[in-house]
C-alpha cells in the first residue's frame, strides 16, 4: 500500500467515525438531554466504530511498515469504544446514557503519530473536510 492509499483509507476510516462521535457527544451533552437523540446517534457512532475497528483489525491490509505498530492501537481503542456505545444503545432512560467513556489510552497518541508519517494534518476538521 502506498503513503497515499494509506492515508486514503485512514481518513476515510476516521473521519466519519469522528463526526459520528461528535454528535454523540452533542447529544450526551445537551440540555436537557433528548433519550431519543442520543440513542440514535449511538446507533449512528456504533455503525462507523465498528468499521473502524474492522479496517483497523484486518490482518489483509498492509499498512506501510512505518505506521504498523500503531494500528493495533487504533484497533483496540475502537473495540473499547464499541463496548461503551453498546451500553448506551441498551439504556432504558435517559439517565442509563450518561456512562463515562473508556479513558483515552494510546490511541490519540499513535493517531498523531499515523498522521504525521502520511502527511495528513494534525488538524482534524481540516483534514477531514473531504472525508465527511
Keep these: 500500500m502506498t503513503k497515499s492509499e494509506a492515508a486514503d483509507?485512514?481518513?476515510?476510516?476516521?473521519?466519519?467515525?469522528?463526526?459520528?462521535?461528535?454528535?454523540?457527544?452533542?447529544?450526551?451533552?445537551?440540555?436537557p438531554g433528548d433519550f431519543e437523540a442520543i440513542k440514535a446517534a449511538a446507533d449512528a457512532y456504533a455503525s462507523t466504530q465498528t468499521n473502524s475497528a474492522e479496517v483497523f483489525d484486518d490482518p489483509t491490509i498492509l499498512w506501510p511498515e512505518n505506521i504498523r505498530k500503531d494500528i493495533p492501537v487504533m484497533?483496540?481503542?475502537?473495540?473499547?469504544?464499541?463496548?461503551w456505545?453498546?451500553?448506551?444503545?441498551?439504556?432504558?432512560?435517559?439517565?442509563?446514557?450518561?456512562i463515562y467513556p473508556p479513558a483515552i489510552g494510546d490511541a490519540q497518541t499513535s493517531s498523531q503519530r499515523i498522521r504525521s508519517r502520511l502527511g495528513i494534518s494534525s488538524d482534524i476538521v481540516e483534514s477531514c473536510a473531504?472525508?465527511?
Aim: aromatic share 10%; net charge negative; glycine share 2%.
Design 9 to 31: 483509507l485512514y481518513l476515510s476510516t476516521v473521519c466519519p467515525n469522528n463526526a459520528a462521535g461528535d454528535v454523540l457527544f452533542q447529544a450526551l451533552n445537551a440540555d
Design 75 to 83: 484497533s483496540e481503542d475502537a473495540f473499547s469504544v464499541l463496548s
Design 85 to 98: 456505545i453498546a451500553q448506551i444503545e441498551a439504556a432504558t432512560t435517559l439517565e442509563e446514557t450518561y
Design 130 to 132: 473531504d472525508y465527511q
